[in-house]
């Protein structure tokens, strides 16, 4: 099942719809809970995608994909794990702003795991039941605000440094995933999921160690190799084939 977050021409309103086929049919309610559809359908050629969800936490992890044709190191005991803050989360099309103080920030095309379920202190077995589903996700960072002692957090955390979309897919097989990117039309990213080196199922079960997951919690889970610096005009393209394409153009803040 494909849902959405929208807004159709001449309306603010943001609607959430379930996507069949060519239509969008709105709902009402919670997105993890009981939903009431309305009634109402749109095409989805008059519609504009926004982010698919509210995320509660945006939890990242760094360094997470080896490249290809190098050996595969050991899943770490304690994988890079960074917050991102809910500004940061924009929509397809949103701009992604380039921050004063940097003339270029890097983006990285992810896979995005959406929890559905409360669970703490889960087993890497019995991470599928929490997951709800599945988006793009494109994890910008500024580099140069990157702490020399290590920390992340002011170079991930920048106002709209984290578009997600254009919908959240619940019937998704991960471990099949292809994640590419493109910058300007020019491919930068191509890699399957066979490179990632804290499997999805791993990564999960170690957050939920130290924190509860709860409904719209959002894991990113780490970009392949490719990911480059861009500049203010620049347009990213994101693909994972089975849930969508997600593109932003960087601008000058």
Same mark, same amino acid.
């Given at each position: 099942m494909?849902?959405? *977050?929208?807004?159709v021409?001449?309306?603010?309103?943001?609607?959430?719809?379930? %996507?069949?086929?060519?239509?969008?049919?709105?709902?009402?309610?919670?997105?993890?809970?009981?939903?009431?559809?309305?009634? *109402?359908t749109?095409?989805?050629?008059?519609?504009?995608?926004?982010?698919?969800?509210?995320?509660?936490?945006?939890?990242? %992890?760094?360094?997470?994909?080896?490249?290809?044709?190098?050996?595969?190191?050991? !899943?770490?005991?304690?994988?890079?794990?960074?917050?991102?803050?809910l500004?940061?989360?924009?929509?397809?099309?949103?701009p992604?702003?380039?921050?004063?103080?940097?003339?270029?920030?890097?983006f990285?095309?992810?896979?995005?795991?959406?929890?559905?379920?409360?669970v703490?202190?889960?087993s890497?077995?019995?991470?599928?039941?929490?997951?709800?589903?599945?988006?793009?996700?494109?994890?910008f960072?500024?580099?140069?605000?990157?702490?020399?002692?290590g920390?992340?957090t002011?170079?991930?955390a920048?106002?709209?440094?984290?578009?997600?979309?254009?919908?959240?897919?619940?019937?998704?097989?991960?471990?099949?995933? *292809?994640?590419?990117?493109?910058?300007?039309?020019?491919?930068?990213?191509?890699?399957?999921?066979?490179? %990632?080196?804290?499997?999805?199922? !791993?990564?999960?079960s170690?957050?939920?160690?130290?924190?509860?997951?709860m409904?719209?919690? !959002?894991?990113?889970?780490?970009?392949?190799?490719?990911?480059d610096?861009v *500049?203010?005009?620049? !347009?990213?393209?994101?693909?994972?084939?089975?849930?969508?394409?997600?593109?932003?153009?960087?601008?000058a803040?």
């Amino acid at each position: 099942m494909k849902f959405t *977050r929208f807004t159709v021409s001449g309306e603010t309103e943001i609607m959430s719809g379930i %996507i069949e086929g060519s239509t969008v049919k709105e709902f009402t309610g919670d997105l993890f809970g009981d939903r009431t559809l309305t009634g *109402r359908t749109f095409q989805l050629g008059d519609i504009q995608y926004k982010a698919p969800l509210i995320p509660r936490h945006i939890i990242g %992890i760094g360094k997470n994909f080896a490249a290809e044709g190098v050996e595969m190191p050991p !899943v770490p005991d304690m994988p890079i794990l960074f917050l991102k803050p809910l500004g940061t989360v924009i929509g397809p099309e949103d701009p992604v702003l380039l921050p004063c103080g940097t003339e270029e920030i890097r983006f990285e095309s992810e896979l995005a795991v959406v929890i559905g379920k409360t669970v703490k202190n889960l087993s890497p077995e019995d991470t599928d039941e929490a997951i709800f589903g599945y988006t793009v996700a494109n994890d910008f960072g500024a580099f140069n605000y990157f702490h020399p002692e290590g920390h992340w957090t002011i170079g991930k955390a920048f106002d709209t440094f984290c578009p997600l979309g254009p919908v959240l897919e619940t019937e998704f097989d991960y471990r099949s995933a *292809r994640i590419k990117a493109a910058v300007n039309g020019i491919l930068k990213q191509d890699s399957l999921m066979n490179r %990632i080196i804290t499997p999805i199922d !791993v990564m999960i079960s170690y957050i939920s160690q130290f924190m509860t997951l709860m409904p719209g919690d !959002v894991i990113l889970t780490g970009t392949p190799a490719g990911a480059d610096n861009v *500049r203010d005009g620049d !347009v990213v393209d994101c693909f994972i084939e089975g849930i969508g394409h997600l593109r932003n153009q960087v601008k000058a803040e």
